[in-house]
């Protein structure tokens, strides 16, 4: 999957709060998991559009990206249910 990169499209940060109502930070909340080509050059800087056609500028990159190897997802497991059907679609085929 050389030439792919994961990016996030992520809602404003918002701030947890533990069982007793103390703030941990802000946390990232991401809505949809997208793949986007790489940049020309690159190998970790996402293009200016997804395969899907979204704008990369405001999205974020995963920290995990995939290696090309036998893992059967290119997206992280936790986000299964946030996959842009037409990124994986794409990635897919």
Known sequence: MSGMVVVYEVDEPVT??????????GEVVVRRVHAAPAAPGST????????????????ETASRQPDGGPSP??????YAGRVCPACDEAVSD
């Open 16 to 25: 947890a709060h533990g069982s007793a109502g103390t703030a941990h930070g």
């Open 44 to 59: 970790s800087v996402p293009g200016p559009r997804t395969f899907c056609g979204r704008d990369t500028f405001a999205m």
């Open 73 to 78: 997802a290119w997206y992280a497991p936790e």
